[in-house]
């Protein structure tokens, strides 16, 4: 007996047969049940069984099996998805799968499915939010079986306080960065509202560093994706009192809409105004003149939250730190 397609799904007892033992046995073997006298001749005949007819056991069986869903629902909040976030889904999709967890992902941009009837079709083990959403949603989920709900950004009753991932370093170290040779320093804040839980923390690192230094309060300005706008925005940098010459972009594809702007003044970084971004993505080395650039270890991050995820799993002491996330700076030549 083969598996062919437009066939019923096969079952145990089709694998059973196939193999000449019992249900029971197969289901001991593929579901690798310890301390059971099986011999390894057995066990290779059930697996080559299986591998025939096309059989893997259940989602349910191994909920019964293991005691809790494989599944962690990823949400994420309508940001566009590219570059660094698309990076880190593919990155803990790898760091959860190497725990024996599978990583679903869903949108929350319109004109998505609403997320409660997601989380009821799955009943998965864990939650992971990227942005904050309402306790209720949180506490509905917790009643129906959901063993842990998690937030990046924000917190929920009876979970870690604060973000798991702080963003305020990010923005401390381009100010850092730029202090060392600038005294007034701009921000260049996204044109994004949704991005706000981003961009506050961000924000809060270069003034909290400008207080530090005693430098004033940091001139921001919203810089859309378009050479025309962002230009208007270096125009005000320039011509504030005792002008900005430095700026600290929200990330590196703000930060290159500022060197559009520049360039569409007839400017350049870093001569008129230095330019730092976030991400160093790929183009960041393209851009003329290549840009500096925080750079963040997004593998580290995404290991470090599927730890904290599954030792919350375990109901494992966890500390409400927030993970690490190691940053440094890639110099080029905007700043």
């Not at 001749?41 to 494989?70: C, K, N």
């Not at 566009?80 to 799968?97: D, F, K, M, S, Y």
């Not at 730890?307 to 996330?325: F, G, I, K, S």
Request: charged letters at 25%.
């Amino acid at each position: 007996m083969t598996g062919t397609p437009g066939r019923r799904r096969a079952t145990s007892a089709d694998v059973a047969r196939e193999a000449g033992v019992s249900r029971a046995t197969v289901s001991y073997v593929l579901n690798d049940t310890p301390h059971q006298r099986i011999t390894e001749a057995t066990r290779q005949r059930v697996w080559e069984a299986a591998a025939r007819l096309g059989y893997a056991p259940s989602a349910a069986a191994r909920t019964l099996r293991i005691g809790r869903s494989d599944i962690v629902l990823g949400l994420l909040p309508d940001w566009p998805i590219e570059h660094v976030l698309g990076r880190l889904i593919q990155q803990l999709t790898n760091a959860l799968a190497e725990h024996e967890l599978t990583f679903l992902v869903h949108s929350s941009g319109l004109p998505a499915r609403p997320l409660r009837e997601i989380w009821k079709a799955m009943t998965p083990a864990a939650v992971l939010a990227l942005d904050e959403f309402p306790e209720s949603e949180a506490e509905a989920m917790r009643t129906a079986g959901v063993e842990v709900v998690m937030a990046v950004y924000g917190d929920f009753r009876g979970e870690p306080r604060g973000p798991l991932v702080s963003e305020e370093p990010i923005g401390a170290a381009q100010a850092r960065y730029l202090a060392a040779s600038h005294h007034r320093l701009g921000y260049a804040a996204p044109d994004l509202g949704r991005l706000d839980a981003l961009v506050r923390p961000r924000l809060d690192g270069v003034r909290k560093v400008c207080a530090e230094l005693g430098l004033p309060e940091p001139e921001v300005r919203t810089v859309p994706l378009d050479a025309r706008d962002a230009a208007e925005a270096v125009r005000g940098w320039l011509a504030v009192d005792a002008p900005v010459t430095g700026v600290c972009a929200f990330n590196d594809d703000v930060a290159l809409a500022v060197l559009a702007g520049l360039a569409h003044l007839g400017l350049r970084a870093p001569d008129d105004l230095a330019v730092i971004g976030v991400d160093d993505i790929s183009y960041a080395a393209l851009s003329q003149p290549p840009l500096t650039t925080i750079v963040r270890d997004t593998d580290a991050i995404a290991r470090n939250m599927a730890r904290r995820l599954v030792e919350t799993l375990d109901r494992r002491e966890v500390t409400a730190d927030p993970l690490q996330d190691p940053l440094r700076v890639r110099v080029r030549e905007s700043a």
